[in-house]
Each structure stands twice: as C-alpha cells, then as structure tokens.
C-alpha cells in the first residue's frame, strides 16, 4: 500500500499513512528553516559582525521537534530499536510477541509521558509563564512539542501493534 516501508512492511491503514506524511512534511520544512536560520546566523555574524538573538532559541526548538518526528518516522519504518541478530533468529511467532510486548510497554511508557508533558505546558499556559530569552517566548509554546512528538510516537506504536494482527499483514 505505502512504498515508505522497506522489506515489504506494511502500513496499517490510511490514517497511519496521512499520519506519516503530515509528520515527514512539517518534519523537513522544519528542517530547511532550521538549515536557512543557522545558515542566516553564520552570515550575519561573518560578514556584519551580528547575531540575530534569536537563532539559538529558535533553532532548540526545531532540534526538538526533528527528534521526536524523526524518531516517529524512523520507528515506523522499523529503522529504530532493533537488535537485529537476536530478534533475526526468533521464529515468526516470537518475533511478533516480541513486538507487541515491546508496543505495549512502550505504549505505556509515552501514555504517562504524554500525561505529564502535557500538564508542565498547561501548567506553564495557566501561569503564563515565558522564556527569559530575547523573544520572551510562552513557554506552553515550545513545550506543546513534548506531547506532540510523544502522541505521533504512540500513533505509530498503535500501527505496530495493528501489524501483528493477521488481518492486516496482507496489506503491502
């Protein structure tokens, strides 16, 4: 259904490829402005002697995103947390346990992630809370990447999960 997968993965669904692809596109125009801004920073320092203050801010941020996203990304396609000469030699029915137990704690594991990253930006919200940098930034802004990233991780690990399932391991 998706050429995104290789060794003939499949994609659980629609969803999860909309999903994808909307994570791949903010994902590299991230990227390039991220590229443009350092970029733009190196300029202005080398030839003017000037920084714009607010590159370094801006550019964690981007670094943040990119992680989570790309981690999102790379799981799906299964690039991500294999030990491949173990989990090679276990037969098909291991090898699909091995996956679903590793889903399910991992499942867990974002579900209480998204819970508290999601409080300290509500937290910060209510608060009102802004960086001490040259762009005073509301720091529920940022921190909206930490539940984000861990949701679009989840969302993936969910598609994992759905993989092991016989119905869907004919689609590819």
């Avoid at 799981?75 to 889903?103: C, K, S």
């Avoid at 704690?105 to 998204?114: D, H, N, S």
Wanted: with cysteine.
């Amino acid at each position: 259904m998706n050429g995104d997968f290789p060794q003939g993965q499949a994609s659980a669904g629609l969803f999860f490829d909309i999903i994808a692809a909307v994570a791949k596109f903010a994902t590299a125009a991230v990227l390039i402005a991220l590229v443009l801004l350092v970029a733009g920073e190196a300029v202005s320092r080398s030839l003017f002697n000037y920084s714009l203050g607010f590159a370094e801010e801006i550019t964690g941020y981007c670094v943040v995103m990119l992680t989570f996203f790309g981690a999102a990304i790379a799981m799906r396609r299964g690039n991500l947390f294999q030990v491949h000469f173990l989990y090679d030699t276990l037969p098909e029915a291991g090898r699909v346990w091995v996956t679903r137990i590793f889903v399910l704690v991992a499942l867990i594991i974002c579900g209480v992630l998204i819970w508290k990253t999601n409080d300290l930006m509500l937290s910060s919200f209510s608060r009102g809370k802004f960086a001490p940098t040259v762009l005073r930034t509301p720091l529920w802004i940022p921190q909206l990447l930490l539940p984000a990233g861990f949701s679009v991780i989840g969302i993936f690990l969910i598609e994992q999960f759905l993989l092991t399932i016989g119905r869907f391991k004919g689609n590819s």
